[in-house]
């Protein structure tokens, strides 16, 4: 993921899109995902301004919009089963793969929330641990545990 080299709305949106959308997945699943960011950049246009910091500032309101969008389908109940039947896609395949894109989506799909959640922010979006604090409200210390404990689990599930 490129970060952006502007300021402008579209240039986020380009920059940030694809990242955003994998980390609503996080809550949402594969449907709705692109709604919460969509209706996040809605906001951020309609606000007339941008915040001091845009890029931490997207993720935690796609974090609190993806929250909210989930304990909604959950109310929902029969919705909920056929959005927990579709597996998001964590990884894509390609010719040079070292590792069974396969398995790396199950054994992702196998971490607790939080931990899914950090991993996805820190590889897929490229966050610091300091972004990845402003955006779920957790001590810098946690993310590290959980961030580590996750890798571990990961590697531990892939080299078996």
């Known amino acids: 993921m490129t970060r952006p080299t502007g300021n402008s709305i579209a240039e986020l949106f380009k920059a940030l ?3 955003l959308v994998l980390y609503a997945r996080q809550w949402t699943g594969p449907v709705g995902a692109e709604d919460v960011v ?3 950049f809605v906001r951020m246009l309609a606000a007339g301004n941008q915040p001091a ?15 909210s969008a989930s ?3 959950r109310r929902r109940g029969k919705r909920e089963e056929s959005i927990a039947a579709a597996v998001p896609e964590w990884f894509v395949a390609t010719h040079d793969e070292r590792i069974d894109a ?11 929330i939080e931990q899914r959640e950090i ?14 604090r402003d955006i ?10 959980q ?3 996750a890798l571990a689990t990961l590697r531990g599930k892939l080299e078996q």
């Open 119 to 132: 991993v996805a922010l820190r590889i897929w979006s490229q966050m610091t641990l300091a972004e990845i």
């Open 136 to 145: 779920t409200g957790l001590p810098t210390s946690t993310i590290h545990d």
């Open 53 to 67: 910091e845009p890029r931490t500032w997207l993720f935690r309101c796609v974090r609190n919009a993806a929250i």
């Open 147 to 149: 961030y580590r404990a």
């Open 102 to 112: 396969k398995a790396a989506q199950a054994a992702m799909s196998e971490l607790p």
């Open 71 to 73: 304990r909604s389908t």
């Open 17 to 19: 899109a694809p990242a």
């Open 38 to 40: 969509q209706e996040v």
